[in-house]
């Protein structure tokens, strides 16, 4: 049904409000020409908006994308974006943001509430890119994070001085290339759910992250979920949601 089908049903009363949600929550895409359908129910159903992966879009589809998102949300979350891109759709989106660090090309809105807590960990400082991927993921979809990096085993007592945010928590991100074995040092000291993000970051043995892919994907620790090698976008995105659940527990 379209949705005036839906809302001309609910008012005659021929339809329930569950019912009505349940129609809108399926609605359809929009086309964008013939090289985007961009979902712009995916918030309804799933709490969060269409993200914009930028790394290989033309041009003339980048900049259209940003326009839609923004206009129908006030704000939109870009990942792997490049300076030029970010050069791009400051000609049309002047209040857009870019970090050089984490290539996140963003439109936020500056009054956002950030709730609970999420420890995001880095074996060392190679690996904070990725993890600034994955706290401004998390930040942009309203968690607050905390920052704990270089704390690699190499030097475990930095991460032993730093415990008291990580337990606080309610999930903690774990970025590390070489062997990748912050996740499991991390994973056998707290309660909370622990996600993996193996980095390429390491000399030729570590195989471009598949080596700490592998060590984490065979953690004898406990509570350990594992991601693709430097996907700091999904473990912020799975994080946000384990801390959402985290804070409606915590509300009852």
């Given at each position: 049904?379209?949705?005036?089908?839906?809302?001309?049903?609910?008012?005659?009363?021929?339809?329930?409000?569950?019912?009505?949600?349940?129609?809108?929550?399926?609605?359809?895409?929009?086309?964008?020409?013939?090289?985007?359908?961009?979902?712009?129910?995916?918030?309804?159903?799933?709490?969060?908006?269409?993200?914009?992966?930028?790394?290989?879009?033309?041009?003339?589809?980048?900049?259209?994308?940003?326009?839609?998102?923004?206009?129908?949300?006030?704000?939109?979350?870009?990942?792997?974006?490049?300076?030029?891109?970010?050069?791009?759709?400051?000609?049309?989106?002047?209040?857009?943001?870019?970090?050089?660090?984490?290539?996140?090309?963003?439109?936020?809105?500056?009054?956002?509430?950030?709730?609970?807590?999420?420890?995001?960990?880095?074996?060392?400082?190679?690996?904070?890119?990725?993890?600034?991927?994955?706290a401004q993921t998390?930040?942009?979809?309203?968690?607050?994070?905390?920052?704990?990096?270089?704390?690699?085993?190499?030097?475990?007592?930095?991460?032993?001085?730093?415990?008291d945010p990580i337990?606080?928590?309610?999930?903690?991100?774990?970025?590390?290339?070489?062997?990748?074995?912050?996740?499991?040092?991390?994973?056998?000291?707290?309660?909370?759910?622990?996600?993996?993000?193996?980095?390429?970051?390491?000399?030729?043995?570590?195989?471009?992250?598949?080596?700490?892919?592998?060590?984490?994907?065979?953690?004898?620790?406990?509570?350990?979920?594992?991601?693709?090698?430097?996907?700091?976008?999904?473990?912020?995105?799975?994080?946000?949601?384990?801390?959402?659940?985290?804070?409606?527990?915590?509300?009852?």
């Open positions: 049904m379209e949705t005036r089908e839906i809302l001309e049903r609910l008012c005659v009363g021929t339809i329930s409000i569950d019912e009505a949600e349940r129609h809108l929550k399926q609605q359809p895409f929009e086309e964008m020409g013939d090289f985007a359908k961009l979902d712009m129910h995916r918030k309804v159903r799933s709490g969060f908006p269409e993200v914009v992966f930028c790394a290989g879009k033309v041009d003339d589809h980048l900049q259209a994308i940003y326009e839609r998102l923004y206009a129908s949300d006030g704000e939109v979350l870009g990942t792997r974006a490049s300076e030029a891109q970010y050069e791009l759709i400051k000609k049309v989106l002047p209040q857009v943001e870019y970090d050089p660090v984490s290539h996140i090309l963003k439109i936020e809105k500056k009054d956002k509430e950030h709730v609970g807590s999420i420890a995001v960990c880095t074996a060392g400082t190679a690996d904070i890119s990725v993890a600034e991927e994955a998390c930040e942009y979809f309203g968690s607050h994070v905390e920052r704990i990096y270089d704390v690699g085993v190499a030097g475990i007592h930095r991460l032993f001085a730093k415990m337990c606080q928590a309610n999930c903690v991100i774990a970025v590390a290339g070489m062997e990748g074995a912050l996740a499991s040092v991390i994973g056998g000291l707290v309660d909370k759910p622990v996600i993996a993000v193996p980095t390429s970051v390491g000399y030729g043995a570590s195989f471009g992250g598949l080596s700490a892919l592998l060590t984490m994907i065979n953690s004898c620790a406990n509570g350990i979920g594992v991601v693709n090698i430097d996907n700091g976008y999904g473990a912020g995105y799975l994080a946000a949601q384990i801390n959402r659940l985290g804070v409606k527990t915590n509300e009852k």
